[in-house]
C-alpha cells in the first residue's frame, strides 16, 4: 500500500467521523509529504456516499485552509454515468453482480439505478484515483462507519479490483487510532469471513 493511500485512508476516516482537528493534522501531513491535492479532494469527494453530503461539506472547509482547489466540475452526462457506473460495478462485484442487481431492486424499484448512476458512474469511475485505491478507500469509510454488511461487499471489491488481503489488514491497521478499538476489532472479523 502506498503512502499515499495511507494519508488518504486517515482523511477520509477523520472525514466520515466528523474529526475536524484530526483531518486538520491528516491534511497537513498529507500535504507536507507530497501527496497531490487532487487526490485529497477526490477522496473528499467519494466520502458522500457513505458519510453524506454534510461530511463532505465539512471536510471541504477544512482541505480549503490549506488550499484552493482547481478542480474543473465534470460533464453531468447521466447517461454515461450510467454506462460507466454498470462497467465499475461489475469489476467490483464480479460474479455477484446479478445477486446485487436482484437484491437492489428487490429493497426498492429505484435503488439499484441511484446506486449506479450516482455511486459507480458519478464516483467511482472518476479519474486521478484508480478503482482499486476507490476501493480501499471505501473499505477505510466503512469501517469507520462500522457498516458491516457494505464493508464486507467492499472487502470483496477492494480484493476484485486488485488489492491483496495483506492491504486490507494494513489499512485497517492504519486507520485504528481515528476510528477505535471497536470498529477495528469489527473490521477484523469481517476480513476473515472472506
Not at 501527496?35 to 469527494?45: F, T, W
Not at 454534510?54 to 454515468?81: C, M, Q
Not at 449506479?116 to 469501517?143: F, H, M, P, Q
Request: hydrophobic fraction near 40%; charge should be positive; proline fraction near 2%.
Amino acid at each position: 500500500m502506498s503512502d499515499d493511500l495511507k494519508f488518504l485512508a486517515r482523511i477520509v476516516s477523520a472525514v466520515s467521523l466528523g474529526k475536524a482537528r484530526k483531518l486538520k493534522d491528516e491534511i497537513s501531513k498529507a500535504l507536507s509529504s507530497g501527496v497531490d491535492p487532487q487526490k485529497i479532494e477526490e477522496a473528499i469527494l467519494q466520502c458522500y456516499l457513505f458519510a453524506g453530503f454534510p461530511a463532505v461539506i465539512e471536510g471541504f472547509t477544512v482541505l480549503r485552509k490549506f488550499t484552493n482547489g482547481n478542480s474543473v466540475a465534470s460533464e453531468y452526462d447521466v447517461e454515461k454515468f450510467y454506462s460507466n457506473g454498470i462497467e465499475t460495478c461489475k469489476k467490483v462485484y464480479g460474479k455477484n453482480f446479478e445477486k446485487l442487481v436482484q437484491n437492489m431492486k428487490s429493497l426498492h424499484p429505484e435503488l439499484f439505478e441511484w446506486m449506479i448512476i450516482e455511486g459507480y458512474g458519478k464516483v467511482l469511475s472518476r479519474d486521478i484515483l484508480s478503482l482499486k485505491e476507490r476501493e480501499l478507500l471505501n473499505v477505510a469509510i466503512l469501517t469507520s462507519l462500522g457498516w458491516k454488511r457494505q464493508l464486507l461487499s467492499h472487502l470483496k471489491g477492494a480484493l476484485n479490483t486488485g488489492a491483496e488481503f495483506k492491504e486490507l489488514s494494513k489499512l485497517i491497521e492504519t486507520i485504528s487510532d481515528i476510528c477505535g478499538k471497536t470498529k477495528i476489532n469489527k473490521a477484523r472479523k469481517i476480513i476473515k469471513l472472506i
